[in-house]
C-alpha cells in the first residue's frame, strides 16, 4: 500500500476534499487564495501532477451512534453540493499527510467535517474494515474518482458528541440501519460511497 504523498515542507490543502470528489468547487477556491498566502502548499496544477504519477492514501470514515450494548442505531451521512452543483451524500473522507499517524488522520477530518463536540471514539485496532481503491477509470473496482487514483482506509467510527457540519456540508443526516441500507439511499452517494456504506453496515452486523 502506497504511503502519503505529502512532505512537511510542501503541504497541499486537503479541507473540503474527499476521495469521491466531491465538494471540489469550493475547495479549488479555496486553494487558489491559500497558495498565495501560505509557504509551501501545493498549487492546484502541483497537486495535478502528483495525482497523475502515483495512488494518494485517503480515510473513510462512517460515523455512527451506538447503544449501550455498542449495537449501531444510526449512520450519519454529509450533505454536499458537488462542483456541477448537484447534491449529494457522502462519508467523512480526506487524505493523510505526510508524517501523520492513520488515527490522527481520522481524528482530524472528522473533527472538520462534524465539528470539534463531536467527540469520535477511535477503534482500538486500526484494521480496516475494507481498503477501498479509487481510480479515474471507470469499471476497474465499484470506486471511481476522476481525478486520481486514490487508496482509502475505511473504517466505522462512533461519536457520541454533539455533531454540527463544518467546512462545506450543509448538513449532518443520521439514518437508521434499516434506511441506510436503501438501494435509492446508496445512490445518492457519488463515486461507489454507497458500496463503501454497504459494506460499512455488513462489517457492523446491521444487514440481515
Known sequence: MSGPVRSCSTECADDGDDASGTGRATYDARMADMTETTPGWLAPN??????????????????????????????????????????????????????????????????????????????????????????????????????????SLAYVVPVAGDCRPRQDALDLVWFTPQEASSPQLQEEMPGGQGVLLKQALAHAGCLS
Request: no cysteine; glycine share 6%; proline share 9%.
Open 46 to 151: 502541483e497537486l495535478e501532477q502528483m495525482r497523475a504519477r502515483m495512488p494518494i492514501l485517503y480515510v473513510d470514515a462512517v460515523p455512527v451512534r451506538v447503544d449501550d450494548s455498542g449495537e449501531v442505531t444510526h449512520i450519519g451521512l454529509l450533505l454536499r453540493i458537488g462542483p456541477e452543483g448537484t447534491v449529494s451524500r457522502t462519508l467523512v473522507s480526506g487524505r493523510v499527510q505526510h508524517h501523520e499517524r492513520v488515527r490522527d488522520a481520522l481524528l482530524r477530518h472528522l473533527e472538520k467535517d462534524l465539528g470539534p463536540m463531536a467527540l469520535p471514539r477511535i477503534p482500538a485496532s486500526l484494521q480496516p474494515f475494507t481498503v477501498a481503491e479509487y481510480f479515474p477509470t471507470l469499471g476497474i473496482t465499484p470506486y471511481h474518482d476522476p481525478r486520481q487514483h486514490a487508496v
